[in-house]
């Protein structure tokens, strides 16, 4: 038997309350926040896809730059999935049997810190990067996927921050550190076939 974390000592009280409230809310907003909750994530990659699309017009540095803002989820994703693993947090609607708005994840689906806090936070960060208006867009996104990662009951308050200072941390980590290589790599890049990714056909 693998022993898991209880986390409900940390904010369970606030958790219970959240998915109380979200028991007797309206049932349009319960579904729109579940809707998010779910679908929510798409946003960010269309965003990633507009960024990335703008900057082709801007030249080979603005380019590398988007490009780098999936690379940069998938290292927040990768890091907040280790940290699932070292801390093995139950998740709260496990430890607490309450009902909730989403289903409860199978046993060992870890609660903390939340994936889908970080990929939001890292994604909105690294967007900020590329554009200050698009990361204008997906920062408050970030927070609304976080606030519903609670909602729907899938995590406790500090999972969704935990996520949120995880994903913030690696994009700013590792965007600081691109944008001292970013011409460099984009004078490499130009001159191979990865050319029409990054700059617009004349």
Known sequence: MI???NGSSVDGSAYTNVVN????APAWLDDTVSAWSTYGLALFAVLMAVGW???????ATASV???????????AYGVDAALKLLVRENRPCRSLRVATLEACPAPGDW??????AAIAAAAAVALLFVSRRLGAVAAPAAGAMAAARIWVGAHYPHDVLAGVVV???AALLVMSALRRHVQALAL????????PL???PS
């Open 3 to 5: 022993l898991a974390f």
């Open 21 to 24: 409230l979200a028991r007797h």
């Open 53 to 59: 699309w703008r900057a082709r017009r801007l030249g």
């Open 65 to 75: 730059t988007a490009l780098a803002v999936p690379f940069v989820v998938v290292v």
């Open 111 to 116: 609660s903390f810190p939340s994936n889908h």
């Open 167 to 169: 994903g913030a941390l």
């Open 188 to 195: 490499r890049l130009t001159a191979t076939r990865l050319r």
């Open 198 to 200: 990054l700059v617009m």
